[in-house]
């Protein structure tokens, strides 16, 4: 059993109920350990408070030194962080692998943005200097996710990091290994002790960190629904930064495209890429209605039956594996049956595979004329939707509480304007799959999706907050009319 925590520079064991992460392509034990206890996070978060002082207080050079040792060691371990994630997640190794160089990557691109965002400015002044500067919030929980868990957390710690901050880490509880193999590699790369703080475990660990008196900050990347609460928990309370990524009910819209297979292409990536685990993923496909849209779903069809799906390390290597769990996957199968019931057709329907209870195959569902709930299907799982002009299409792409990713298919120049403009979301795409993003862009959206504090490049604007300074080196008797 591993050491599941690490507080204060110690691996320790947690001290709570077991955790066992399970290889979803076969059953493979992965990592056992514990979840931490109330009393082991209030220590965690005891630990980041005491040691910030000291980091906050460490030069900008000392801090960016230590990053880019971490993305050193984060790019030699390459390979094992690849293979360490398609285990843990059931990712095939072509995608972990580029999951695995994001992180390293990470590093440039956050000091760039860090320099860029919350960088210095001093201006001279005949008193002296107003200098405009940025200081750190101070002790930051993340919460990872499952579904990038190397990429995702990295994103929020590296430029918590860099600004000063101390940190408190929950990785997601089916992805405990990938999170303690990064927080070795902030050990090895000499962060010093409580910098850095790992607590594994589900709610009962998370609903500690979130009552820590000693909480300044709650970084977090997953559903609406828990989203939602944290927002709500601390609603009123504005010393609480908040940086809440909650996915998407995505809409991807084809219209005046020539090219009927090269649609059905942005569709499949769209819609199928990491099993339909992406919150970026397009959930809407909204056709135009008669044969041009009939000509992209039979497309789609042929391509769909196509897709080679397989454990992690098959060769050849497969287009996508299983869910992250048997769990998932009936969440997937239980909301195609739903959208069934409420008149949705099946043109390829989902299924549970013979690989597995976490592997399902894509689907693909008319809810033309349907009304169908609002919510995001985390999984490879498509609704196929007409409208009988770009109007309505448009209408359609927004007919949505969430607000993270959508994207056009067209050759018009003048609807990829009206869309652009129309279009309510962070992430806004053309003649590209709806989850194409870049660590040197924003990566967020309004609604349902977040609370306006996208991250990626724009991480830098969360984890320090600007301050204004207006300096003389000497005391001067200043004039005071009347004086």
Same mark, same amino acid.
């Given at each position: ?19 066992? *992460? ?25 630990? #980041? ?89 101070? %002790? ?55 910098? +850095? ?29 828990? @989203? ?6 601390? #609603? ?15 809409? +991807? ?26 919150? *970026? ?5 909204? +056709? ?40 998932a996957a009936s969440h997937v199968l239980k909301a195609q049956d739903d959208l069934i019931a409420l008149g949705a057709k099946p043109i390829v329907k989902s299924e549970r595979m013979a690989l597995g209870d976490a592997f399902v195959s894509p689907g693909l569902l008319d809810v033309d004329g349907v009304t169908t709930p609002d ?69 967020? @959206? ?9 991250? #990626? ?22 004039? %005071?009319?009347? +004086?």
């Amino acid at each position: 059993m591993a050491h599941s925590a690490f507080i204060s520079g110690q691996w320790v064991s947690g001290g709570g109920a077991d955790i066992v *992460s399970i290889n979803p392509a076969d059953g493979e034990t992965v990592w056992t350990g514990s979840g931490a206890t109330p009393d082991s996070v209030r220590q965690a978060f005891a630990a #980041a408070r005491t040691a910030f002082e000291d980091w906050a207080l460490t030069s900008y050079d000392e801090r960016r030194a230590v990053v880019q040792a971490y993305g050193d060691i984060v790019k030699a371990e390459a390979d094992h962080i690849a293979q360490l994630i398609s285990r843990e997640t059931g990712k095939p190794l072509w995608e972990t692998k580029g999951e695995a160089g994001a992180m390293a990557a990470k590093v440039g691109v956050s000091i760039q943005a860090h320099d860029e965002r919350a960088g210095r400015k001093v201006t001279e002044t005949e008193f002296g200097e107003a200098v405009l500067d940025h200081k750190p919030l101070g %002790v930051m929980f993340v919460l990872g996710p499952y579904n990038f868990p190397g990429h995702l957390p990295n994103g929020h710690i590296i430029p918590a990091l860099l600004a000063g901050n101390t940190i408190v880490f929950k990785p997601s509880e089916l992805t405990p290994a990938v999170g303690e193999f990064m927080v070795q590699c902030w050990e090895k790369a000499g962060l010093p002790a409580g910098v +850095l703080n790992l607590v594994q475990g589900a709610r009962e660990t998370g609903a500690a960190a979130l009552d820590d008196p000693d909480l300044d900050g709650v970084l977090f990347t997953g559903s609406w629904n828990t @989203g939602a609460f944290i927002h709500k928990k601390f #609603a009123g309370r504005t010393g609480i930064q908040l940086a809440l990524e909650m996915g998407g009910n995505n809409p +991807l819209v084809v219209w005046d495209a020539a090219d009927a297979e090269a649609a059905a292409r942005i569709a499949v990536l769209s819609s199928y890429i990491t099993a339909g685990q992406r919150c *970026s993923c397009a959930r809407r496909l909204i +056709l135009p209605q008669g044969q041009a849209g009939d000509q992209v779903v039979d497309h789609l069809v042929e391509m769909i039956k196509k897709l080679s799906v397989n454990v992690w390390n098959a060769d050849p290597e497969p287009f996508m594996g299983p869910l992250v769990s048997a769990q998932a996957a009936s969440h997937v199968l239980k909301a195609q049956d739903d959208l069934i019931a409420l008149g949705a057709k099946p043109i390829v329907k989902s299924e549970r595979m013979a690989l597995g209870d976490a592997f399902v195959s894509p689907g693909l569902l008319d809810v033309d004329g349907v009304t169908t709930p609002d919510e995001e299907v985390f999984g490879p799982l498509l609704q196929v939707r007409r409208a009988d002009s770009f109007e309505a299409a448009l209408a359609e792409a927004n007919n949505t509480a969430y607000g993270l990713s959508a994207g056009l298919v067209s050759d018009s120049e003048t609807l990829w304007k009206r869309f652009w403009a129309g279009s309510r979301a962070g992430i806004v795409n053309r003649n590209r799959p709806t989850p194409g993003a870049a660590s040197s862009m924003p990566f967020g @959206g309004p609604g349902q999706s977040g609370n306006l504090r996208p991250s #990626a490049y724009y991480a830098a604007d969360y984890v320090a907050y600007p301050v204004a300074t207006q300096a003389a080196s000497t005391v001067e008797k200043m004039p %005071v009319k009347g +004086l």
